[in-house]
């Protein structure tokens, strides 16, 4: 079974900080992985995915992650942090099963809340 | 805008009652997944269409229930409510039978409050 574990519930960052929000995954075979945020009051939404092509992923936003399978590892970054980057964000894993990509949704982490300081 | 209709956007509603929530998929999408946010639990997932079949199902209960129609837009049946049951409930949608590769797109949720 897969499953992710996001380090860390609140996050908390300066205006033109470096962000980082970790997440570490567990997958008997190799996963596809995504990061999603939501801002209050909405849905999801996709901010990048790995799915083994390129390890560094670069996603909306200035957003970009890196695949780490040592480290079983894909922690998400930002250079610059803007006052618009507050929300929650969920890593979330797929596994690929004998239907090619897992027919059980993705299963997420329990979501970094990131804020950011003026 | 994901392109994922959900209806209604709040719901309230008293213990034992039954509600069905509904959602329109992003047209060309065959599955639909639905899911429970809860502050306690997180991100759960419950249970999965794709094409009109149940595919794959979660952390569902017996007192929920889910279909999928030709026109491909699926409603959750919740009965029996409890006060436990007070959740956001978002549906998402993706291309493929499996989720994995295509990635899941979400409409904005029903906040249901069971009182």
């Known amino acids: 079974a897969q499953s992710v574990t996001q380090l860390g519930s609140h996050v908390s960052v300066s205006e033109g900080a470096l962000v980082l929000l970790r997440c570490n995954y567990s997958?008997?075979?190799?996963?596809?992985l995504f990061w999603y945020v939501q801002y209050p009051n909405q849905g999801l939404q996709l901010l990048l995915k790995y799915t083994s092509a390129a390890t560094l992923v670069k996603g909306i936003n200035g957003f970009e992650a890196e695949f780490k399978k040592s480290e079983t590892s894909f922690h998400l970054t930002k250079p610059s942090a803007h006052m618009s980057d507050a929300a929650e964000y969920f890593c979330a894993v797929s596994g690929v099963g004998t239907s090619g990509g897992g027919a059980d949704g993705l299963t997420f982490g329990k979501g970094t809340h990131l804020i950011i300081q003026p | 805008d994901s392109g994922v209709t959900q209806t209604p956007k709040h719901l309230i509603t008293a213990t034992g009652q039954r509600v069905t929530l509904r959602c329109s998929p992003r047209s060309g999408d065959l599955s639909v997944y639905w899911y429970q946010q809860s502050l306690d639990q997180g991100l759960q997932f419950l249970i999965q269409?794709?094409?009109?079949?149940?595919?794959a199902k979660g952390n569902i209960l017996e007192r929920f229930s889910a279909q999928q129609f030709p026109d491909l837009h699926s409603e959750l049946n919740l009965s029996s409510l409890e006060l436990g049951d007070s959740a956001l409930y978002f549906c998402?949608?993706?291309?493929?039978?499996?989720?994995?590769?295509?990635?899941?797109?979400f409409g904005n949720g029903t906040r249901l409050t069971v009182t």
């Open positions: 997958s008997s075979v190799p996963p596809y």
């Open positions: 269409y794709y094409n009109g079949e149940e595919r």
């Open positions: 998402a949608s993706s291309v493929a039978a499996a989720g994995g590769v295509t990635a899941l797109h």
